[in-house]
């Protein structure tokens, strides 16, 4: 009668495992998180690069009807509600005016006209520098 050994060792993960691969799902969730956080502000660019194409073709539209810009000759936030939009919109030019995608300050698009309302300039400002010809920040501007 021999003596039999019992096995005593138990089953499962030890705290230690745990723990590891709890932190290697953290890492890998922070990672998602900020290249997603990213490709949202990449679209957000690409959505103001896109509004101030449809604003400056409608101003294109204005100018051809009127031979002039519409005239503000101090910088006006373009808000869908302030003087600027509602007179494109009442000329039929545009549905509606966008705004930028956030829409807090920094980032509002802004009219000026100049030289007597024989050009423009719109402003605004892009989250990223992944937009080639335009900077992160607040340095962009598009005309005629």
Do not use: H, W
């Not at 302030?82 to 039929?92: Q, T, W």
């Not at 807090?104 to 080639?132: A, H, N, R, V, W």
């Amino acid at each position: 009668m021999g003596i039999s050994k019992s096995n005593n060792r138990k089953s499962g993960f030890t705290l230690i495992e745990l723990l590891v691969v709890i932190a290697i799902i953290g890492v890998l969730a922070t990672i998602v998180m900020v290249s997603v956080n990213d490709l949202r502000a990449r679209a957000r660019d690409d959505r103001r690069i896109t509004d101030m194409k449809a604003i400056r073709d409608a101003l294109a539209m204005y100018q051809v009807q009127y031979t002039a810009y519409p005239s503000f000759e101090e910088e006006i936030t373009i808000t869908s509600s302030d003087a600027f939009s509602v007179e494109i919109v009442n000329e039929k030019l545009m549905q509606r005016i966008p705004v930028d995608p956030i829409n807090t300050s920094p980032y509002f698009y802004t009219y000026q006209s100049l030289s007597g309302d024989s050009t423009y300039i719109l402003k605004f400002c892009l989250e990223t520098d992944s937009l080639k010809g335009y900077v992160q920040g607040c340095g962009n501007s598009i005309g005629p």
